[in-house]
């Protein structure tokens, strides 16, 4: 899989929020080379349609500066929801890119619930503050050998080719992995993808899920989570604790790739 064409959101804006907006996108399409597909129109607040316009033109004229390939597009129908025109664009683009922002509260989850859960396509979450501006050097696969994982694995291909090291952490007392589901396995098979990939295994050890796997690779910037999203009902994410929920929660700790 290569990436061909980037979708996102743009919620219209001063000049400095346009430019948070857009780092994480314009940085991908750069790299890989890609169109990307800007969606500008209110989520968090109204916007009129002038406002939307003019940050449409902002968002292109940054984009051409940098040779970026940049089509912009209005809410097309407000029959739907926001999050279902994201997710309606991304099952014809390669790839979702979701910004999160601090305090985004419930219409940012509906969007970024829409984009996982009603898509089909990958989807990378970023924080506002933390934009992926370089491509990452290591990649850290959450593996537990879900249909949703195998996904996301999928779709973090052309992440994974590119990088120095590729990180493949099963979390052993998290699910019961069978004969031939091991990320030993994985491993073989991103390697015969070109990636420099490793495997280890750790225990979950009374925490969450992402602890216990950040906490196995080594820290710093430059890195890149890779994890399947799957609907829980609410009283196993009580009991058990969940790491989409975490997602949705909280945010990203890094760039987090998901599919369902």
């Known amino acids: 899989m290569s990436l061909t064409t980037i979708l996102c959101q743009v919620e219209p804006g001063d000049a400095a929020m346009l430019d948070a907006a857009v780092a994480t996108p314009f940085a991908l399409a750069e790299a890989h080379g890609a169109q990307l597909t800007a969606l500008v129109f209110g989520v968090e607040a109204e916007h009129t349609i002038a406002a939307e316009e003019q940050a449409a ?39 979702g890119v979701v910004v999160t922002r601090a305090g985004g509260g419930a219409v940012q989850r509906l ?11 990958p989807v990378l979450v970023v924080q ?38 590729t990180l493949v952490v099963t979390v052993t007392d998290d699910k ?6 091991s990320g030993i396995e994985l ?42 999203a799957v609907r829980h009902a609410p009283l196993h994410n009580i009991v058990f604790g969940s790491a989409t929920q975490e997602l949705f929660d909280r945010g990203p700790r890094l760039p987090t790739l998901v599919a369902a």
């Open 176 to 181: 019961e992995l069978r004969a031939g589901q």
């Open 128 to 165: 506002q503050q933390h934009p992926l501006e370089v491509m990452p050097a290591r990649v850290v696969i959450a593996w537990d050998a879900t249909p949703a994982c195998v996904r996301a694995v999928h779709g973090a291909m052309p992440f994974i080719r590119r990088a120095a090291e």
């Open 187 to 228: 491993t073989h098979l991103l390697a015969r993808h070109g990636a420099t990939a490793r495997f280890t295994a750790v225990p979950r050890a009374g925490g969450g899920v992402p602890e216990a796997v950040l906490g196995a690779a080594p820290g710093g910037p430059g890195q890149m989570l890779v994890m399947g």
């Open 111 to 121: 969007m970024l619930g829409a984009a996982i859960f009603d898509s089909g396509r």
């Open 57 to 95: 033109a902002m968002v292109r004229t940054a984009a051409e500066r940098r040779g970026i390939p940049c089509e912009t597009r209005s809410r097309s129908s407000f029959a739907y929801g926001v999050g279902d025109v994201f997710a309606d664009h991304l099952r014809v683009s390669d790839l």
